[in-house]
């Protein structure tokens, strides 16, 4: 069973996902916050598999309530699921790096975010990576360029930093080994390695390291 905690400051759109996703068997709702202060103390309590949490909230938005919940003893495991317009959330790039698994449109169908849900409890970080490759892209390029670094990248075999781009360029690990003429297992312990030797959270905060450290230049 997925346990799902709900983050919406909009009563209205809380309800609506409730009454969706209990309609699944797999899927279950066990608390709700009004903003980000109540998503830290409802995790915190509830200890849900799935955090679909909203970027714009009072008090203590998405973005910080995320960097809480991924720095907090016990939550290691609790993923977040981050709400956005696409259009007009410039906060996406900073929800990743704070420790969010992935990102859901605002206007997806239920489907969508049903598939979401359950690919964010697996365990996959990035919903669509393609794109969440041109969102970061798209904000990355507004910032001032980074060149390699070589300090943080030195840790990695040639192998893993080549796998590292490919991931920072949205691709699965099937998608990888076919690139690399490696098996999909392989890749994904290439990913694994990656992941340990640079500390990151997960597969969608390699995609912000590739990106920080210009491994993956944004598109313009």
């Known amino acids: 069973m997925i346990r799902v905690l709900l983050a919406d400051d909009e009563g209205l759109v809380r309800s609506g996902f ?21 998503a830290v103390e409802k995790a915190l309590a509830t200890r849900p598999d799935v955090v679909l949490m909203d970027i714009r909230m009072p008090q203590v938005d998405g973005i910080q309530a995320t960097a809480e919940i991924a720095g907090t003893r016990g939550l290691e495991q609790v993923r977040v699921l981050i709400l956005t317009t696409y259009d007009t959330d410039e906060y996406v790039f900073d929800a990743l790096q704070a420790g969010a698994g ?10 969508e975010l049903l598939h979401a849900i359950r ?98 230049i944004p598109s313009t």
Do not use: C
């Open 119 to 216: 690919v964010i409890a697996a365990g996959d970080a990035l919903l669509a990576p393609r794109i969440t490759r041109r969102l970061i892209g798209r904000f990355t390029a507004r910032r001032t360029a980074v060149r390699v670094a070589e300090d943080r990248l030195a840790v990695l075999t040639e192998r893993e930093r080549e796998v590292l781009a490919l991931v920072g360029e949205g691709l699965s690990n099937q998608e990888i080994g076919a690139r690399l003429f490696l098996s999909p297992a392989t890749a994904r312990t290439h990913v694994s390695r990656a992941m340990t030797k640079l500390g990151a959270r997960d597969r969608a905060q390699l995609v912000v390291i590739a990106y920080q450290t210009g491994l993956v």
């Open 102 to 111: 992935g990102f859901l449109l605002k206007d997806a169908g239920p489907a």
């Open 18 to 38: 409730k009454v969706l996703l209990d309609l699944e068997d797999d899927i279950t709702v066990v608390g709700e916050a009004k903003n980000g202060a109540e």
